[in-house]
């Protein structure tokens, strides 16, 4: 569904509707058009519209009957009418309101007035339409709200109820444990009067003290998250007996997402415990008779590790005396060290409930005695004590010292290892081998290694490993191995036969490194030496080996080939505008569509950020060239979609042929070049063949290029100015200031020699920062001398600044550098400029404004700029571009869209300024218009310091003696 405003346009006579559609014209609106009362109507019934604009005076049938049945009918009676008319009598006025016109606005009318008047009543509209449906909203809202009520009276009715007929005990209770709801059941049992249930602290006296505080921990963990729970405690029964009760609480949530009490199920266990009370006393008279038949020592803790009970067979008295160990903690008995691998094993049974293996040492008279820990934790049925038994372990610890030492060789070995039994049966192996081929030792115990074969190597392979096996005892080399999954592996390994005291083989031991890493990190690096990463087209090392290959092949067999050097047209400004990822996403799929027009046999390279080079063998024409780039460049005409935005681009293709325009590959890659900076100079968007003048073109470019960038690091840049008029008393007031190249050698070189250029080659940054310092500095100088020649200097600012410099800043610095006033700098910005990035424009031209600088929008007109953003930028002057001035004596469309800038600038209170006045009726014709300012050659040319010096003084005088 559209956002913008629908409207109809009814009009007998088709310039009115087109002049109306004009003013209108916004992407705000969607208009349509009706002829006559009839399509009038039915275009209503078929569409629906936001408003109304109708002609009275129609033949057939008029705007106030078109008018009247629209108001008849309750599906269009609420669509705002406003009468446009010529009609201005007030017979006309009253009826109009009286079939229901909304408003009536008499030809020849002012398009402002119409704007404001269309906006509000449509603004008005919407009004209705929100208040409407707000009022339509509150009302379900009361209806839910009031069926939410019946609807909870009922759901506690049937909750009571079904509590009721619980046999269990029935509570909802609150965070702290209050009960707030119970069942009959309940009732019952306690003799509790109902009024009493909520009572603060009346339901504790209920419960036997001793379990008290734990039904308060429970209460408590809720607030930490715990869903629910289960705990036991003795409740008191109407008769004063107590009674067990097992309850499972379980958490009722809040909206805030915690928990706002809880339920709380609870069963009469009584009978049941008092009957495993007694298998209790009979179970543990079994485990004293246990604990006594153990050979371990045994310590029972408490919550602060202090021994509260004891157990040490007869054996083990020798090494310690038990009875000191009585009332004190484990860190007071034994050393540091040994205590804090005890504490690790505490700490593990308190978490988990049991610990074991934890071993330390104490010493009994220069003895190391081994002793090992099994920790039991009772919890809350033995008051959270640990149950600790202690085992003598020395001597095995001595054993296995000695199998640790060779069993950590095995394991530890990064090399996988396979030890096979005389029959070739697997008997062992190591970690290494698991983790390589992914197949447990338990798995492949009886199994021979030939589970391990990929069926990479032929039966001679394996009778020359056997036979220097036998022979030697001995075998190395590679091999591929096959993983459990069934994937094939490459591997360096060593077979050696292990032989017994008679010479006869007793084990197969075989050692292996999977080198899988190795290889593909080989791979990686050549691919990434001859691939693009980014679009993984061959990139430009590769290109010249296939280059030369092609070479060589062509000059063999007396074939022709071709090199189409591809160059994306202002793809920079892409780049620069909407960022690195767009960018890198629009070279991909520039890839992916020419990959698809291309031969396989032929080579399409990315050489650079977005030059494309196509290799193309076996060419027998020129012909047959030209019609490759043309499909390239159609390749180019969809739209590429990326996310949200639809871009359209072109590319200039430069062309080379073997043998005709090089021997090698250098020269050939030279003249493509050249010949596609040719095909940009034509303006892009087509392609040419190598000439021996593009030749000398390119290495005049790149010696200009080379020269620009040194003029900028010797101070060659000199600025002049062109005086800016105010038409209606043709005073000079500033000064556009423009940039000369003064070369050491080759003498003045204009700014469409090199502008193009330093905008391309990214100079334009340093170029611009220049011209802003330099004319900042001089606008000064003439100030702290006395000079008043104009009240501002006008500077021109690329998009590049915009977009990729620290423009803000930049002004900034130069101004406090300078000591120049920010209200006597204006910086120019083109239109185009802006529309790269608006948001970005927006916030820029802000801050500058904020500083105080002024800001003029030049070559209005010439872009595709938004009123929607030109509404929102912060600019004082707009600038006509000069080739609406040029013919505007002549030609009828120049001079309505200089009246129509004109009086767009003035409502949005902003001056005018044209550029490329040359004849005086011109400036006649726009001071009529209400123009502000000129600037052309009428005044004058551009000028250097000195001769703009004495031009404004010479102006001034003349227009004294005027």
Known sequence: ??????????????????????????????????????????????????????DIMM???????????????PATQAIPVIFLTARSDHDSLIRAFDVGGIDYITKPFNAAELLVRVDTHLSLRRTQRELSERNLSLQRQVEQTQAAQSALKRAHEELQLFLDNIHDLALHRRLDGQPMLCNSRFLELTGVEPTQLGAVGSWLALIHPDDQSCLRSVFSEYPQGRASA????????????????????????????????????????????????????????????????????LFVLDEQERVVDYRVPQSELQYTDPHRYLNHTVAELIPTEAYARVQVALAQARQSGRSSGATYSLDFDGQTRWFELSVSNGGRRVDNQLIVLVRDISERVDNLDRLRQAASVFNNVAEAILITDAQQQIIAVNHAFTRMTGWEEEELRGMTPSVLKSGAHDAPYYDELWKSLNETGHWRGEFWNRRKGGEGFPVVESINSVLDDEGEVRFYIGVFSDVTEQRQSQEQIRHLSDWDLLTGLPNRKLLFDRLHQAISRARRNSEGLALLQLDLDRFKHINDSMGHPVGDQLLTQVARR?????????????????EFILLVEDIDNAYQVANIAEKLQEAFTPAYALDDLSLYLSCSIGISLYPEDGQDGDTLLRSAEAAMYAAKEHGGGNYRFFTNEMSTRAYQR???????????????????????????????????????WQHPELGLIMPDQFIPLAEESGLILELGLQVLRKACRQLQAWREAGVELVDYLAVNVSALQVMRSPLVEQVLDVLH?????????????????????????????????????????????????????????????????????????????????THTVVNLAKSLGIKVIAEGVEEQAQADFLLTEGCDEGQGYLYSRPLPREAFEQWVESRRHSLIAV
């Open 817 to 897: 550098e300078t000591g120049l006033p920010a209200q006597s700098l204006e910086l120019e910005i083109t239109e185009n400029a802006i529309m790269q990035n608006p948001d970005r424009a927006v916030e820029i031209f802000g801050d500058l404004r904020k500083m105080g600088v002024r800001l003029a929008l030049d070559d209005f007109g010439t872009g595709y700029s938004s009123l929607g953003y030109l509404k929102r930028l912060p600019i004082d002057k707009l600038k006509i571009d000069k080739s609406f001035v040029l013919d505007l004596l002549t030609d009828k469309n120049d001079r309505v869209i």
């Open 230 to 297: 289960e705990v036991s405690y003795r409740l008191r029964d109407r008769q004063g007996q107590w009674r067990w009760i097992e309850s499972r609480l379980v958490g009722v949530p809040d909206e805030a997402g915690g928990w706002r009490g809880y339920h709380d199920i609870g069963r009469d266990v009584t009978e049941q415990r008092l009957a495993v009370e007694r298998d209790l006393n009979r179970a543990y008279g079994r485990l004293d008779a246990i604990v006594d038949a153990l050979p371990d020592q």
């Open 1 to 54: 569904m559209s956002d913008k405003a629908s409207i109809l346009i009814v009009d007998d006579i088709p310039e009115n509707i087109q002049v109306v559609a004009h003013i209108l014209k916004s992407t705000r609106y969607e208009m349509s058009f009706a002829t006559s009362g009839e399509d009038a109507l039915h275009a209503v019934a078929a569409s629906r519209f936001d408003l109304i604009l109708l």
């Open 702 to 740: 790149i010696l200009l290029e080379s020269h620009l960038r040194r003029a900028l690091v010797a101070d060659e840049l000199e600025i002049y100015f062109q005086p800016q008029i105010s038409l209606p008393d043709q005073a000079v007031i500033g000064a556009e200031v423009l940039v000369r």
């Open 59 to 73: 033949p057939t049938m008029d705007g106030f009957e078109v008018c009247t049945r629209l108001k008849q009918d």
């Open 594 to 610: 020419l990959e698809h027009i291309t031969r396989d046999n032929d080579t399409l390279a990315r050489v650079s950020g977005d």
